[in-house]
């Protein structure tokens, strides 16, 4: 299997750039992590290795290179010594990002090695619904799976994790998350940075308490979802990467179970959104925060080019309208849905190699769905709380997730209209499996990510949400809240595409 990271950043670049790089022998069983910064301070000059940014290994596939994923029990180390606890794909934390070619075969084995059942589900792939992760189709402990199909979808950031019902949230909060690139290779023609100047962050929040990694939902986390009260980055709490003063990329997931988050410089300056889930927006568009739900992802450029010599703080900015927080049984200190957070700190160096480059003003456009013919089919999702007591808080048209049964189907490429109509008082990121869809309109205010190709929309308290969409895909697929913990507690729906 080749380490595609050795060629594209090259391991002097990734020296240079004093970025740590997992996999390579650094990193073991143990972990990568480094120790707990409280707080991103801007003016630090000097900046301790263990807090350097972590990248992830790289697995290269297609072209005749599988890979191979073996979910088990591991370490990690979030600054206060090896703990265990973890469930890590290939002993890594982070996961090991997957990278891909449009048209290249997609073949990748999931070994098994936890004491429980599970499975993965590649988030945002158009994958046959056999390969797909569906949340009764699992591993049995110590079996194995070989995932195979053709990558048909757009280069972009998609994302892998277990699907198994009723465990998603704490296998994938526990560690079982990736990245999952889909890449061109066109990416410098369209002037976007390459190399080490397009940077994979993975951010989940976690709740941490000396070191220790916490994963106890009672009956009020199951009504919020579990939040954490710190965010980690690549598996470490507010890191620092040394970097350029260029444009840099960087390809945000929030993989947090249940936190919202709203990425943002810290000195509230101008960034471009350039990317959503499934892939480029038409055209860079410039934003001073981008509210990300869980499940979600964008690709972000920022000009940190007159910034040489100097700090500058990313971070996850306040916002207010979503509920949810401190109402939490957990530990009564873990800061409410909106709260902000330090995510890490660039530390800007001088130009080591080429020009600090510029934001491209324009990519591919970007056919849009017909909103009047999405509109003679549509489905309307009821999405509710408080039902009742025990489990079950949250439902979708007054069902809870039932893997035998069939809630409805959907034909096999005609263009529908889907309604989410949020009549509970929390956020729900909505998702479906087996394609990408288009934004209409929403009720609360256009998202700057409404612009792009989605399969996880956030719909807000007493929102509505129209999206448009088409399945290209036969089979059986699942649509569900991204919030882990509504997920596993039943609010999703099984659907079949004929
Ligand atoms: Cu990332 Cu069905 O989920
Ligand atoms: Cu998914
Ligand atoms: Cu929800």
């Given at each position: ?220 986390d199951m009504i919020t979802g579990w939040l954490g009260n710190v965010v980690l980055v690549n598996g470490k709490a507010a890191p620092v990467a040394r970097v350029e003063p260029a444009v840099l ?250």
């Amino acid at each position: 299997m080749l380490d595609r990271r050795d060629f594209v950043l090259g391991s002097a670049g990734i020296a240079a750039l004093g970025l740590s790089s997992c996999g390579g022998g650094g990193c073991g069983p143990d972990g990568c992590g480094g120790p707990i910064v409280g707080s991103a301070s801007l003016a630090a000059p000097n900046v301790p290795d263990d807090s350097t940014l972590t990248i992830p290994a790289t697995i290269e596939l297609g072209f005749g290179s599988p890979g191979a994923i073996r979910a088990a029990a591991g370490n990690y180390d979030l600054g206060a010594g090896a703990k265990a606890g973890a469930l890590l794909f290939n002993r890594q934390w982070p996961a090991p990002t997957l990278r891909i070619a449009p048209g290249a075969s997609f073949d990748v084995t999931l070994d098994n090695g936890l004491t429980e059942p599970t499975n993965v589900h590649w988030h945002g792939l158009v994958a046959p619904s056999a390969m797909d992760g569906h949340p009764m189709d699992v591993v049995a402990v110590g079996a194995g799976k070989r995932h195979t199909f053709v990558i048909n979808d757009r280069p972009g950031t998609y994302w892998y994790h277990p699907h198994p019902h009723r465990r998603t949230a704490r296998q994938a909060y526990l560690g079982l998350a990736g990245l999952l690139l889909v890449d061109d290779g066109h990416d410098a023609a369209r002037g976007l940075p390459t190399g080490p100047r397009d940077v994979s962050l993975l951010l989940t929040d976690k709740r941490v308490d000396n070191g220790v990694l916490d994963y106890s939902p009672g009956m009020m986390d199951m009504i919020t979802g579990w939040l954490g009260n710190v965010v980690l980055v690549n598996g470490k709490a507010a890191p620092v990467a040394r970097v350029e003063p260029a444009v840099l990329r960087l390809r945000l997931l929030n993989a947090s179970n249940a936190r919202i988050l709203n990425p943002a410089l810290s000195d509230g300056r101008m960034f471009w959104l350039i990317a959503t889930d499934g892939g480029l927006l038409d055209a860079p568009r410039a934003v001073n925060n981008v509210l990300l739900a869980p499940g979600e992802r964008v690709e972000v450029l920022l000009d940190l080019g007159r910034d040489a010599g100097t700090s500058v703080g990313f971070v996850s900015a306040a916002f207010a309208g979503m509920a949810g927080g401190t109402m939490g049984m957990g530990g009564g200190s873990v800061p409410s849905q909106g709260a902000a957070f330090d995510l890490l700190r660039f530390d800007v160096t001088a130009l080591l190699t080429g020009g600090p480059g510029t934001v491209p003003s324009a990519f591919e456009p970007i056919v849009r769905y017909d909103a009047n013919l999405a509109a003679q089919r549509t489905r309307v999702f009821e999405l509710t709380g408080m039902n009742g007591m025990g489990s079950g808080w949250h439902r979708i048209n007054g069902l809870l997730y039932d893997g035998a049964r069939i809630d409805f189907s959907v034909p096999l490429g005609l263009l529908d209209r889907w309604q989410f109509v949020n009549r509970s008082s929390e956020p729900h990121p909505m998702h479906m499996h087996g394609t990408q869809f288009q934004v209409l309109s929403r009720t609360g205010g256009a998202l700057p990510t409404d612009l792009g190709w989605k399969d996880t929309v956030l719909v807000r308290s007493q929102e509505m949400v129209q999206i448009a969409l088409r399945f290209d895909a036969a089979g059986e697929y699942v649509v569900h809240c991204h919030n882990l913990e509504h997920e596993d507690d039943g609010m999703m729906l099984n659907f079949a595409v004929l």
